[in-house]
């Protein structure tokens, strides 16, 4: 705690600034969204933006997030927190953004259809029909396929659509376990996973021939899922069980096993991959959990029935200005426990970061050989540290 107070009375003094992974909570029972500051865990804001809100999903620059309100998507810009636009759709419940943020691929519960929004013009296209209702989608990372799960009516209820995005129509159809409901797709674009709500089971698709290639065991009624940074963990929360399963990508089995808050639905990872977070629609809090050691670190309330279900942490770069207030180079994430990456607006050969610590001792430097690079500091003790690149400078808070 202490620790904490003067990490954090240092960077005032500095008159530093950081601009935090934040996430977006929409809580369904109350019509607002709960603003989480992800670097010190608290509630920024929280501001109303309808009803029924469900669906969610962050565009891949972190600058809009869209939520799905009662027939109709809203726009919530991250500078401002708050709406600036809608678009009408028939009945949202997936939302997925395109990776290049040209488009927002909707899933109509309650109806056999897809819509897409174009975001230059906030126009819905005409629907387009589906196997027959959707629940839950996800997007490949090359913005080619859209995973639409079908989730009913019984009988009809154990299909994935998958949705070409050039040619706008339906390619296959894949059968998964019943009432399919979430979907996640993993960072390499080799694999979809399917949380199947009746069978109490997750299916996994291989996305290149979009068949599934194994079948993996879990809690009760498996809701919404999620895959880790580098593909390596998948998690699912379950229902029914007030659990959260995680799941070895390489074996495809469940390693643990995390109790959560009453009936979680939302799971969302942290863009560096530190933190998960889990919203418990009854509870009306969300968990944060440390992903590399699969336990909750905190608990925070939130608004009523957080149900959150996509994608809702801003995935904006995460920094500390320079010294200087010099634009040209970001550090992300900020603070870190392991890993951060330095980017150059203008880059030029022959670079090197140095970090030192308080004193003024070196402890590590490298070459830079590119632009953007990613960095090891995990041997590093705790604390602050700067970093200088030509001349720019600034902070590093190591956790």
Not at 308 to 323: E, R, T
Not at 391 to 398: A, F
Request: with cysteine; glycine share 8%.
């Amino acid at each position: 705690m202490k620790k904490s107070m003067l990490i954090l009375i240092l960077i005032v003094l500095a008159g530093i600034t950081m601009k935090a992974q934040t996430a977006y909570i929409p809580n369904a029972g109350d019509g607002t969204v709960s603003v989480i500051n992800l670097a010190t865990n608290i509630v920024d804001t929280t501001f109303s933006v309808g009803q029924s809100e469900f669906g969610v999903s962050v565009s891949a620059d972190g600058a809009s997030v869209y939520i799905g309100n009662m027939g109709a998507i809203g726009y919530i810009s991250t500078q401002t927190n708050s709406e600036y636009a809608y678009s009408t759709c028939l009945g949202p419940n997936g939302i997925v953004a395109s990776p290049d943020g040209s488009k927002v691929y909707v899933a109509n519960i309650g109806y056999s259809n897809m819509q897409i929004i174009n975001t230059s013009t906030n126009i819905s296209s005409s629907p387009i029909t589906l196997s027959n209702t959707p629940f839950g989608v996800a997007i490949n990372p090359d913005g080619t396929k859209v995973y639409f799960t079908i989730d009913g009516p019984l009988g009809n209820d154990s299909l994935v659509n998958v949705f070409n995005t050039t040619t706008n129509t339906v390619t296959t159809s894949i059968f998964v376990g019943h009432m399919p409901t979430g979907i996640a797709i993993s960072p390499n674009g080799m694999k979809a996973y399917v949380a199947n709500a009746n069978d109490n089971t997750v299916s996994v698709i291989n996305s290149i021939m979009d068949t599934v290639i194994a079948t993996i065991q879990v809690g009760h009624y498996p809701y919404g899922i999620v895959v880790n940074h580098d593909g390596s963990k998948v998690y699912v929360s379950n229902y029914n069980d007030n659990t959260i399963s995680v799941i070895d990508s390489a074996s495809n089995t469940v390693i643990n096993t995390i109790p959560v808050g009453l009936f979680p639905v939302g799971l969302s990872i942290s863009p560096d991959g530190s933190k998960l977070v889990c919203a418990n629609s009854q509870s009306n809090t969300i968990n944060i959990i440390n992903p590399f050691l699969d336990i909750v670190t905190d608990t925070i309330a939130v608004g009523h029935g957080p149900l959150s279900f996509g994608n809702f942490i801003s995935s904006a770069h995460v920094g500390i200005p320079s010294i200087n207030n010099d634009k040209g180079i970001s550090i992300y994430p900020n603070p870190t426990a392991n890993t951060i990456t330095i980017h150059q607006d203008t880059y030029s050969p022959n670079q090197q970061i140095i970090i030192t610590d308080v004193l003024g001792n070196r402890v590590y430097s490298q070459a830079l050989n590119t632009a953007t690079e990613t960095i090891d500091i995990s041997h590093l003790s705790s604390g602050i540290y700067f970093y200088e690149v030509s001349g720019k400078r600034g902070k590093i808070i190591k956790e």
